[in-house]
């Protein structure tokens, strides 16, 4: 071993030379991480550069930090990073490009390494005096992959890349076998059909070229942020405050608010505001920043009037506000959040200054500002999304500069704009790979998958003793869910047992499949199709517990006394069962209520009639049992205090050619419950067993506390019709709740709970090291522990859980999962992903339904079509309009009473409603428009009719716009179940104009978390009383109208 010293001189943001030594002690023992090393070296990392491709690539530090988006699409592999080039990404691109750098690494699937150049005796070269240190830089990369070239004995030809000409001279015919190439030379070479390179460079290196011209000087636009430690300081002070930037989508130009964070002496009752771009200081939605309060005396309010535009620019000289609250100003970021951006061209082409090219492209998320990108492709892709990537935003630019990426394809285009609802929401669909598909088992009619005996020794068979069957959704193909449920030991044992595809054994950790599993985390249910987490032969067929076939699954089964219900033995382990029947919900139901079902399990088809009968007496005994089951755990858990939250599943229904025929909710049933209160049941006694065994590295799911600060738009509300809010408790809050009733008008309660629900927080999963014990509980469960078993075919969390699980009950470790548990940092980053993509999902099944909600109307005339005119409950009141919610389709919109022009909206004439001069004037329960002829008061709660038409939009997703038409309530015979109608109508008439018909299965949501078993330490203070007074019942339909609340 060898020490020597490495100099680097560094500027810091105030512009001060700093003179770093670091000690090098130089080995050579280094791997090189390569399949074809002949001198034996040892592996170190997840993945070996491959020996089956036609050369290794080595980027140099410019390369690699102004390029590495071209080297992230998947066609790029075998990758061999320096270390001394990794240094150089982190300290001179930062952190969001160094990590990206590494999650390059980590996926084996890129057999890609980082060599560590700075200790191979070998490799490593000294800075000599006098040498610039970008001339280091280039030549300590270059000798290093030179050293790697000999090092295999030439077996395999390397690709230097630098975009330094003069290195590229110096360098390109020193030695034989190591290529020096610039990176459009390389493209060109071997990537010349790959477009997306090809365009990702060009847009690349225009941007580079722009940044770099517009540095030459010229007056600043915003302030420049403070140096990282001036920050860092601040808010250990608590001089700055440290949040996530939340941008209005609404007022988007004046309006966005920071998370209230921490910071020593300070202390805010609500999040901090920040008003207008200048104060915002190049900080984008989602964005990390550091704040600094402003002067009281310079506090504002929020928004209180309604865009009058529906776009982000509307003209501030007439925005209402409500009282002052603490305001701010962004003084740095400490964390850039880009990501993928849709945008598109304007109609009118924008030219900046003299350079041909440059066009400022408008985002399709209105809370972004207009992106500066440089292309040739205006004018072709005019009409088209295309997504962009922000490079930079410098103090001197009004607008940032970005690139482009690639085209979606054309404006309005269904496909297009599901693909932009997608990316959007950084959603990643793409086919599986060949790779994936290799790794897994075959099963088809000439090599059908059957069980090894090998397998069988290790598992417990249920096949002969236990009927077994599931019951699931009309049309679901994705079974990871069956039941058991027998009498034991002459009746005086019943054991129940709960049946889990075993997608672990075949999701090996870290493979292929795995990998892919973990970077999607969960199936995506859109409004009309679905994207699976896992390749349809493990999905759809060998972990699909389909009937009548030999299935690998895990078991968790009770032994509970035949009386009380109460738990005396419970067993975990992998297992062998054949599903008997599949049932959906609706047989199920009919067999419980008597009803003659043999036409609706298919299973009892060519059975003798006396057996046909044996097997239904066997089917109704065993869901009557359950259900009994289900019922006694529900009621010890509502004397316990239970609080369930119920949601309504909503289902495709397609016809034989899989084509969309009907969007239906679920229709409430005993049996639904029932399933759910099994699963649940599940999930709890699992989390208490892997947190048992591993108390520092389980994967649990927390739902904390709500903030008592979202109640009070509840509170407001209520007091609204004389009813007061106790928000103290959930026991306090479901006694309010109840007394909320108006027996003339149902929807008023709904609309309360819909409040309420707003105040609830996201349950997430965590890692048990990362959190105190006492914050495991499951606040909407009332459970100390909980966690997701029951669905690994549709959720990576699953998986996790399912092989800790093996590791627990596994003897003296010898299961292969015990040997790759994650650490407890490793999980909660994982968990932190897994929470992130499944928000994504939620969030991208609203936006498809709101596309298939505007598609619906857009051709309809809201004068003449009956389904463009219903009926409409006051909700919320704003300076210049009011927020209402329809029953008929279950969502809300805005009204607008007065527009930017000043005029206000007069209904006195019934059928010639206008606008006209006039003002409006509003208290704390009505809002009244006086014209001069006329005055209309609306008050909180109040029914209106309203009409339904799109606003068209080219750059943004179209929206729905909603017209007074009269101030009485619309006919009542239109009023029907929330959410039903528009759905059902929408999906049949929108699919049927697309050309390209999706193959897609059952949309299942998941289903609502309800209580478990009762817990003394939680009761006193969450309790309540009995079931009426539970937040069951006061919580029960908030998922139907708990839609984003615009304005």
Request: charged share 25%.
């Amino acid at each position: 071993m060898l020490k020597t010293d490495k100099v680097l001189q560094t500027k810091t943001r105030q512009g001060r030379v700093v003179r770093l030594v670091r000690e090098l002690y130089l080995r050579e023992d280094v791997p090189c991480n390569s399949e074809l090393c002949l001198a034996d070296c040892r592996k170190t990392g997840n993945s070996l550069v491959a020996a089956d491709v036609t050369h290794y690539l080595v980027p140099d530090c410019h390369v690699a930090g102004a390029f590495l988006e071209i080297m992230e699409l998947p066609e790029f592999t075998s990758i061999i990073f320096m270390q001394t080039v990794l240094h150089h990404v982190l300290h001179g691109k930062g952190q969001r490009v160094y990590k990206r750098l590494q999650n390059k690494v980590k996926d084996s699937r890129n057999h890609c390494i980082v060599f560590a150049n700075e200790f191979c005796r070998f490799a490593y070269s000294a800075r000599e005096p006098g040498e610039s240190e970008k001339d280091w830089l280039i030549r300590v990369v270059y000798n290093s992959s030179v050293w790697y070239y000999n090092h295999l004995a030439g077996q395999k030809p390397i690709v230097f890349l630098t975009e330094d000409i003069e290195s590229g001279a110096k360098y390109g015919s020193e030695t034989v076998g190591v290529h020096v190439m610039n990176v459009k030379q390389y493209l060109e070479v071997f990537w010349p059909q790959l477009t997306q390179a090809h365009d990702m460079f060009e847009s690349l290196t225009a941007s580079l070229t722009d940044t770099t011209d517009r540095k030459k000087g010229s007056n600043k636009d915003y302030q420049d942020y403070l140096p990282n430690d001036v920050l860092a300081a601040g808010i250990k002070s608590g001089l700055f405050i440290e949040g996530s930037l939340r941008v209005n989508k609404y007022h988007a130009q004046d309006e966005a608010y920071v998370t209230r964070g921490s910071g020593s002496g300070i202390r805010l009752d609500s999040d901090i505001l920040i008003p207008g771009m200048k104060n915002r200081n190049r900080a984008v939605h989602g964005d990390q920043v550091a704040i600094e309060l402003l002067p009281k005396s310079e506090w504002t309010g929020k928004i209180s009037s309604l865009s009058t535009t529906g776009g982000p620019g509307d003209d501030n000289s007439d925005i209402a506000r409500s009282n002052s609250k603490p305001t701010g100003r962004v003084v740095g970021v400490m964390q850039r959040h880009w990501r993928d951006y849709v945008a598109c061209f304007p109609e009118e082409k924008q030219v900046q200054g003299s350079r041909s090219g440059r066009v400022l492209v408008i985002p399709w998320d209105q809370r972004l500002p207009k992106i500066r990108i440089s292309t040739q492709q205006a004018d072709s892709l005019r009409d088209h999304r295309i997504i962009v990537r922000l490079d930079t935003w410098e103090a001197d630019s009004q607008y940032p500069n970005g690139h482009f990426v690639r085209s979606l394809g054309p404006i309005g285009s269904l496909e297009t704009e599901i693909a932009a609802i997608l990316v959007e929401n950084n959603i990643s669909v793409g086919a599986f790979s060949e790779g994936q598909t290799k790794e897994l088992p075959t099963n088809s009619d000439e090599n059908p998958w059957r069980m090894t005996e090998e397998e069988m020794t290790r598992r417990r068979d249920l096949r002969r003793e236990h009927l077994i069957f599931s019951i699931d959704p009309k049309g679901c193909e994705d079974v990871d869910d069956t039941l058991s449920i027998r009498e034991m030991r002459d009746g005086k044992i019943l054991e129940l047992g709960v049946h889990i595809a075993d997608v672990s054994h075949f999701v090996q950790p870290n493979s292929l499949t795995d990998l892919e599993a973990r970077q999607r985390s969960t199936t995506v249910y859109l409004a009309d199709r679905r994207y699976d987490m896992l390749p349809e032969v493990l999905s759809a067929e060998l972990c699909s517990l389909i009937g009548g076939v030999d299935r690998y699954a895990v078991s968790v089964m009770w032994q509970l006394d035949p009386l009380t219900y109460e738990v005396r033995e419970v067993w975990y382990g992998r297992t062998i069962i054949r599903s008997a029947h599949k049932m959906f919900y609706e047989a199920a139901q009919d067999l419980h209520d008597g009803k003659d079902v043999r036409c609706d399990i298919p299973e009892l088809a060519g059975m003798s009639e006396e057996d046909v009968q044996k097997r239904l007496s066997e089917l109704r005994w065993c869901v009557d049992k359950l259900m009994d089951i289900a019922r006694n755990l529900k009621a010890r858990r509502v004397v316990g205090g239970a609080v369930q939250l119920e949601g309504i599943e909503v289902k495709v229904e397609l016809s034989e050619e899989q084509e969309i025929e009907d969007l239906v909710p679920k229709q409430t049933m005993e049996i639904h419950e029932t399933i759910a209160e099994c699963m649940i049941f599940a999930n709890h006694w699992v989390a208490k067993k892997i947190s048992e065994m591993f108390p520092s590295f389980a994967l649990l799911r927390h739902h904390p506390l709500p903030r008592q600060d979202q109640f009070q738009d509840l509170v407001d509300s209520a007091k609204a019709r004389g009813f007061t809010i106790d928000t103290s408790s959930n026991k306090t809050l479901a006694e309010s709740l109840d007394k909320c009733v108006d027996p003339k008008d149902p929807v008023y309660n709904k609309i309360l709970r819909s409040l309420a629900t707003k105040a609830m927080s996201n349950a997430l999963y965590f890692s048990t090291g990362s959190l105190p014990r006492d914050q495991f509980f499951h606040y909407g469960l009332a459970l100390d522990r909980y966690t997701h078993f029951t669905s690994p075919i549709r959720r990576y969390a699953d998986i996790i859980v399912h092989r800790l699980l093996m590791a627990a009950i596994s003897d003296d470790g010898d299961d292969a999962n015990s040997t790759q548990l994650l650490s407890n940092n490793a999980l909660e980053e994982l968990c932190v992903h897994i929470n992130n993509k499944h928000r994504a999902s939620q969030h991208a099944q609203q936006d498809s339904q709101g596309l298939f909600q505007t598609l619906f109307f857009k051709d309809r005339d809201p004068l003449s079509d009956e389904s463009c005119t219903v009926d409409a409950v006051i909700q919320t009141l704003r300076a210049n309009g009011f927020l209402v919610f329809i029953p008929r389709y279950g969502i809300k919109g805005a009204v607008t009473l007065k527009n930017k022009e000043g005029h206000v909206f007069d209904v006195t004439e019934v059928s010639k409603p206008s606008w006209t001069s006039g003002s409006i004037t509003r208290d704390d329960y009505s809002i009244t428009v006086t014209s001069a002829t006329s005055q209309s008061s609306f008050h909180l709660f109040d029914h209106v009719t309203v009409s339904i038409s799109v606003q068209s939009s080219r750059a943004h997703s179209q929206r729905l716009c909603f017209q007074l038409v009269s101030k009485e309530p619309h006919l009542s015979s239109q009023v029907v179940v929330e959410g039903h109608g528009l759905r059902t109508d929408i999906v049949q008439a929108v699919t049927k104009e697309s050309e390209d018909k999706p193959q897609s299965a059952c949309l299942i949501t998941d289903s609502a978390d309800v209580l478990g078993t009762s817990l003394h330490e939680l009761k006193a203070e969450y309790g309540q009383t009995d079931k009426e007074k539970s937040l069951y019942s006061i919580l029960q339909q908030f998922a139907e109208i708990g839609l984003q609340e615009p304005g």
